[in-house]
């Protein structure tokens, strides 16, 4: 939950102030990486790549089964935003893309189909999350897969019209995602904590009883 903070925080941060020239509908939030307050958007991107091992985590702890294909595509949303973190694209105009443009876009676009494949296994998994909030993230699954044909499309057929638009509210929908999911490990943890304290003064009845009152500890 904190990386999520930190990461819409530093990222709100990295937009205010820049001046004429910097149009979130047109730029991406990769192009304002370059501004001078650029470290605040490397800021969030470290910040939600860290974010996923510590929901693995959690999700494990609250009885998620994670191991396969789960692991393998944070583990990628991860690496794909850390490598994007420290490998810069190219100043918006340039005709063509450098190698290391290339390997921020590809890296990118990995990472922004990784996580909803991710989330949709995970709710399937995860019986923590509920019938509602199990829909929600299937819905904003779906919603992502609209958002990365969108994103294709303004990218290359569409000259990049309205490209900052739709890349905001596609890294926002996965956000999204993310919260819902760690919100339901909360609560899971939160039920384990519960139950735990529950159950402990039973078990220490029973314990001082002794085997002569072991019906009592019982009831």
Known sequence: MLGLVTAVVATVVGHIGLGPGYDPLELTISDYALSNRGVTIEIAMVALAIAAPALLAGLRAAGAAVRGLPTVLLSIW???LLVAAIIPT???GM?????AALIHRYTSVAAFVALPIAAAVIAGRFAGLGGRMGATVRWLCVSCVVGIGALWYV???GERIMMGLVER????????????ITVAVLRATRRHIAVDRAIEPLTLVGAVSGPGHRGSAEA
């Open 95 to 99: 005709s063509t893309m450098s190698t």
């Open 155 to 157: 990218a290359f057929p």
């Open 78 to 80: 991860s690496a794909g």
């Open 169 to 180: 509210g596609l890294v926002a929908v996965e956000i999204t995602i993310l919260t819902v």
């Open 90 to 92: 190219d100043p918006p």
